[in-house]
Structure formats: C-alpha cells, structure tokens
C-alpha cells in the first residue's frame, strides 16, 4: 500500500491535491473518515467507480483540511452548497472534482477557489458541450483539447460562483470574448479579479483552478 500524504500549505495559500487512479484506489475503502451523511449519500450512486470517487474524494478533501487545520479528519464537517461542499466552523475554501477514477481536491483559507479535472476521451457529449459553451451554431476551428479546455473554465467557474452551469455561462462567455480561448499548457490565464490555472496532470487530461485575488498556488500530483 502507498502512503498517502496530502501537501501542505501556508496561510495565503492555495493548496490543490491530485490523484490518479493508483492513489485514488487506496482511499476507496477508507470509509472511516466520512460522516453519517457522507456514507449514506455514498450508498445512493448506482454505479460503482461512482461511488467510490466520491468516497475518494471526500477521504482526500479530509485529510488535505486536516493537515492544514491541524485536527482529526474525522471531525470536519460539511454543508453541501450548489457547486460544491462548505466547511463548517472554520473559514475556509474547498472544491472537489473526479473524473475516470483520478481525483483533485483544493482548498484556501483565504481565496475563493473552483476545480475541475476532466480527460480528453470520447463520451458522446462533445455536440452538447460545443453548442452550450458556443451556441447552437458551435464553433468552428476549435480543436478537442481547446473544448475540453473550455469546458473545465466553466465547470470549475461555476463551481467558484456556487451557481448552475446556465448561470455561470453568460459570464464565462464575456471572459473568452475578452480574452479568447485556452491553448497552451501550462497557462495562466486572468480576467479581472480571476485568474484560470491549467494542468496537464496525466497524459490526456487537464485541469482547471479558477481562484479570486489569488496568492501562490502549491501542487502535488500523486500518481
């Protein structure tokens, strides 16, 4: 069994934890950590590799904010909100995102934040994604790795704004008419007070911070 040890971080500091499948694997069955109500969420995904994402995940997110709080993980608690979970009794900011059994998990104690990990394979959503980043007309000239690019801005946007994917579109729509299109990796890419961080933490992949008046970002990415 690999040890699993989150990163840690300073006060001003963003903190953003990513996983693949390996490291993801030996947090399924860590269900100690998780709450009444984590478990019995867990219990409503159908499927599998599911559930045991979020159960990974939530395992991560716990001992990520337990190493920084300085506290038993078993105590964190949590408020879901629209986009993703709040953290009681302490003033800090989480975003949790899992994809194809790899997962990312960030958090700040002083910054809003928002992540999302996607991998660039086919899933038969690419026509839906296109005509509700781009109209229904889509786009043309934009390759797959720019739509999958584009995708995870809204996504982890969205989740930033603690709002629905539809809400959050009109703004994210303003920004790329603004700034243009993600492309190069690694970037950095601002809009006023946000700024959009892109990864390539596995081949074929990419993830997206999106974080307000941000200080220094720390990543650790476990295979």
Request: net charge neutral.
């Amino acid at each position: 069994m690999k040890s699993i040890k989150p990163p840690s971080m300073n006060g001003g500091d963003i903190a953003v934890w990513v996983l693949g499948r390996e490291s993801t694997a030996e947090l399924y069955d860590r269900t100690e950590y998780l709450s009444a109500a984590e478990l019995h969420r867990a219990t409503t995904i159908a499927r599998l590799n599911k559930r045991q994402e979020f159960i990974a995940a939530r395992v991560a997110l716990r001992l990520l904010l337990a190493n920084h709080l300085d506290i038993d993980p078993k105590t964190i608690t949590f408020e879901q909100t629209t986009g993703q979970p709040r953290v009681c009794s302490y003033p800090t900011q989480c975003s949790v995102s899992h994809r194809h059994g790899a997962i990312a998990v960030a958090m700040s104690s002083q910054h809003q934040i928002g992540i999302d990990l996607e991998q660039l394979r086919p899933t038969g959503n690419e026509l839906f994604r296109s005509q509700m980043l781009f109209g229904a007309s889509c786009a043309t000239g934009v390759t797959s790795e720019q739509l999958l690019a584009a995708w995870c801005e809204l996504e982890a946007l969205t989740k930033l704004r603690g709002k629905h994917l539809l809400e959050t579109l009109p703004e994210w729509r303003q920004i790329i008419n603004r700034i243009g299109l993600p492309d190069r990796l690694p970037a950095d890419r601002t809009y006023h007070e946000l700024r959009f961080s892109h990864w390539e933490p596995f081949p074929m992949s990419r993830l997206v911070l999106v974080s307000c008046k941000p200080g220094s970002i720390k990543i650790q990415i476990d295979e």
